[in-house]
């Protein structure tokens, strides 16, 4: 086995030498134009290789890597662009710059055999490893079809993607909103809706149907989070609306009729409410929990769109602000609402509050208004200090949305969609996070081939860090739609234990609004 590794390497490094460009060089003074921009970002080292194509005119690419602490340099040719790293190259390539990391050279050989050499870019290889696996959901674009949908995961580490989730053998139901218990892969919910509607849990390798609508919600339970000591989950409950524009330039307008916050107790399957100190017509959603579990916050706005008639001028007069609450888990109950961040003053919008593990930064979405960023191509990433309550807008973003982002369990990496692409289609960008709050370069999701995003239409939805693989697989949720689902109680009826099946809904609803 010794001698035919050493036989291949001998080879492999005869067929480069050959290769070799012979013409005449020239510096171009410019970084090389690559797909996916790999240019100057920060990596763990546990990542997949990070395969790229050369979009530079030319008829043979070489790259060269020049590793920070010495040791052996690679080459690799390409005739059409498209560069691969062996897998066992690139893992020994990190592994032994860790902390340090490497420069690429990439030069093009011409018609005229003159090569040009493109100023090289370093990639930063970070101490803090990442979470070995993402979940998501693949949705196509549309606005009334469920269609296909999928939840799937990927491993980070190398290409290797599996399906958890899978409506095409769910009689077409929408799957969506999957959530983990502190990125715990044995312990998750997945919300279905339609003939099989409900919401399954996982625990401990076994899944669970239930029902956690009950009279009064203004809509099912939707945008879920976990607390922390893992017995009760936050959703809100909405009514979604969408609107179509008549100019070009805009697609879609999705909003809320009405959304208000509920607490979910896993163990005694009931649901209580989260009620407001005043009359004010609130529009209330996006939980998320503080990681020691003593602060729910979430994003809420006055309401203002008359349910009738929802004219644009309504929609766009709503602003959401940052408030929390304090919640004691050995009485169940919540304190006083607390305004953090009163983006309406500023004619803003905020979404999707996350806090980084250690409790000191909550990053959310910023935007003009509403509470559905994906569609606002303004929408950014900021990040508050919860120690000084500093706000600053992150170094991460682009003039494309960002949107939905989650914190590895380290709280060192940040995943988040972004259209930054192609300005239509969400794809996953990872961002290292220092000890300070600040934000490296994002590069996307590596993909064995770099053509990969370019023939692909679906949209990556809700990326969520998780520490481990999940053992659940399509046809474990097939079987779990014949459990009846176990309908929930509210708070104030200890008395209500009936069980019942849920039939669901088959209206339509919007897949591409949660992009």
Known sequence: MKRYTYSFVCIFTFLIACNRFSGKEQNSGELPEIFPDYTEITIPPNIAPLNFRINEEGKKYLVIIAPDKGGRQIEINSGNGIIRFPQKTWKRLLGENKGAGFNVIVKVENQNKSVTVFNPF?????????????AYRLIPPGYYSWSRIRIMQRCLENFSENTVVDNAILDKNCVNCHSFAKNNPDRFMVHVRGSHGGTYFMNNGKLERTDPKTAGMPGSATYPSWHPGGRYIAYSSNQVRQ???????????????????????????????????DTTNYLRTFPGWSPDGKY??????????PPDNPELDKIMSIH????????????????????????????????????????????FTLHDFGTFPIWHAEADLYSLNLMNGEVTKLDLNSNEAESYHSWSSDGRWIVFSSKRSDGRSTRPHFSHIDSEGKATKPFMLPQKDPDFYGNLIESYNIPEFITGKISAGPRDFLEATTQTAVKSKTGNDPDNNSRVVTTGSKTSTSTSAHQ
């Not at 990639?123 to 490893?129: G, M």
């Not at 729910?296 to 769109?305: K, P, Q, T």
């Open 122 to 134: 370093h990639v930063n290889i970070s101490t803090d490893s990442i979470n070995k696996y993402i």
């Open 243 to 277: 609107s179509f524009y008549a100019e070009s330039s805009k697609s879609i307008e999705v909003f809320d009729l009405s959304a208000s916050i509920v607490l979910f107790d896993t163990k005694d399957n009931k649901i209580i409410p989260v009620s407001e100190e």
């Open 296 to 305: 729910l916050y979430y994003c809420r706005a006055v309401n203002s769109i």
């Open 320 to 363: 959401h602000d940052l408030v929390r609450k304090s919640f004691d888990e050995t009485t169940e109950t919540f304190g006083k609402t607390e305004v953090i961040y009163e983006a309406s003053k500023m004619g803003k919008s905020v979404s999707f509050p996350r806090i980084s593990p250690d409790g000191k930064f909550l990053v």
